[in-house]
């Protein structure tokens, strides 16, 4: 796994794909106000219960995963206790603020607090999507931060994570769509918000293709590259990234119809999510076979 272990790949991938989540779902709850709608994006109420409830369980579970990786709850004190700004304490404190938000969203969906949710829209919406935005980049940046692994520094680690938590947040709308009853006569706006994904699924098998191009342009990173593609973590990186991740939810998004849409939908999402984690696991599993982490790639490289 390199010098991060399984909770951090799981934090990585349920704060980013919950950080999309929110992100897409205060935007439609912008567009889905009583002031600012437009018919199109009218959605039901069931919609909103089902995908906030999904959110914020996501969120939590990333919570829960960085506290126990983290060992002890006061280290997560300091967290929010440091003094001088860095990459982690913004991340901590976005991630605080997605939970709160996603979890009050959720109450005043499933309990029915109309009001509530209705002064919220707007307001809480563009919040939402300011801190989903933050949540979905940091857990990027947080990668590319680090100096000590050479094939994390490049802006294209954090471009993949943001295409990619954007995609799988709305992977966890389309799945959540596919159990409202009433879903049938606004399919189209879900295959509008399908189509979305599937540009934000090219553009990352683009970022994909440039990262890996870059890793075998240098030396120092060639190794971690092959690896990738050739070496320990082919599998995950050409059947979990790759098929699973872009190709399939590329093919399924382009073939969506109205008569088998909620089958189509979970089937979208599952792939897409597959290739998040995928895409996280590969990320973070190339730092072992970078030479500024083990030793013998290093000496290997310097022989004449």
């Known amino acids: 796994m390199g010098i991060f272990d399984s909770l951090i790949v799981a934090y990585l991938f349920l704060g980013s794909t919950g950080g999309g989540a929110l992100a897409v779902l205060s935007l439609l709850e912008v567009l889905n106000s009583p002031r600012l709608a437009a018919r199109r994006w009218l959605l ?19 919570v829960v995963c960085l506290l126990a990786d983290l060992g002890r709850i006061d280290r997560a004190f300091f967290l929010f206790a440091a003094s001088t700004p860095s990459a982690i304490a913004v991340g901590a404190w976005s991630l605080a603020v997605a939970c709160a938000l996603s979890t009050v969203f959720a109450c005043a969906n499933m309990l029915e607090m109309w009001d509530l949710r209705e002064k919220l829209a707007v307001p809480g919406g563009v919040l939402g999507v300011l801190i989903g935005a933050v949540v979905v980049a940091y ?89 990738l593609v050739a070496g320990d973590l082919r599998w995950p990186f050409w059947i979990g990234l790759v098929v699973c991740g872009l190709g399939i939810p590329l093919v399924l998004e382009h073939l969506l119809t109205f008569d088998n849409g909620r089958s189509q939908l979970l089937w979208v999402a599952l792939f897409v999510l597959i290739g998040g984690v995928t895409l996280r696991y590969s990320i973070v599993g190339i730092s072992a076979f970078d030479i500024t982490q083990t030793a013998n790639l290093a000496d290997t490289l310097a022989l004449p």
């Open 139 to 227: 857990t990027g940046i947080l990668l590319a931060g680090l100096p000590s692994v050479d094939a994390w520094q490049t802006p294209l680690i954090p471009a993949l994570f943001v295409l990619s938590g954007i995609s799988c947040g709305v992977a966890l709308c389309l799945g959540a769509w596919a159990f409202v009853e009433c879903r049938a006569p606004l399919m189209g706006s879900f295959i509008a918000l399908s189509r979305v994904d599937s540009a934000a699924v090219a553009v990352e098998a683009a970022c994909l293709v440039a990262y890996v191009a870059w890793l075998f342009a240098s030396p120092t990173t060639s190794q971690a590259a092959f690896a």
């Open 44 to 62: 039901p109420a069931e919609f909103f219960a089902r995908a906030w409830a999904a959110c914020a369980i996501v969120l939590g579970l990333s």
